[in-house]
């Protein structure tokens, strides 16, 4: 059976992209290093959003949020006196559940200042 490798993420939004700058090249060459202008400053304020973010929020990073959430609230489990047979399943989801709402937030924080920034820099320019 023929497999083909499988490709990277956004592999077709490349293609489309290459696809429209040959378009732009052959109809309007003169508007091909505006474009690519363009497209610098807005990948430029991506970076520039992301490393905003990183350097307001050093302790809040989405990453490192689950982790420090779930080790956290395993070890307080651990101090936690249950009755015989009590199951702690209810507990430990009630942990995860709030170790995934931090982590949603960061996240979305995080993609709140990238797009802004971007945002800011592509009216700006």
């Known amino acids: 059976m023929l497999t083909f ?3 990277p993420r956004l592999f077709g939004w490349l293609i489309v992209t290459i ?5 732009i090249a052959f ?4 508007q091909l290093p505006v474009s690519l202008y363009k497209l ?3 990948s430029m304020a991506g970076v520039v959003g992301y490393w905003l973010d990183r ?3 050093p302790y809040a990073r989405p990453d490192a949020l689950t982790d420090y959430c779930a080790v956290d609230d395993i070890e307080s489990l651990e101090d936690l006196k249950l009755d015989e047979g009590e199951n702690p399943e209810p507990i430990l ?3 995860d559940t ?3 709402i931090v982590f949603g ?4 924080r995080r993609a709140i200042i990238v797009g802004c920034a971007m945002l800011a820099l592509g009216l700006g320019a």
């Open 5 to 7: 490798p499988k490709c």
């Open 19 to 23: 696809l429209l700058l040959v378009a």
């Open 27 to 30: 109809l309007a060459p003169q």
């Open 40 to 42: 610098s400053l807005v």
């Open 55 to 57: 350097s307001l929020f």
């Open 93 to 95: 989801a009630e942990f």
């Open 98 to 100: 709030r170790a995934n």
């Open 105 to 108: 937030l960061a996240m979305l």
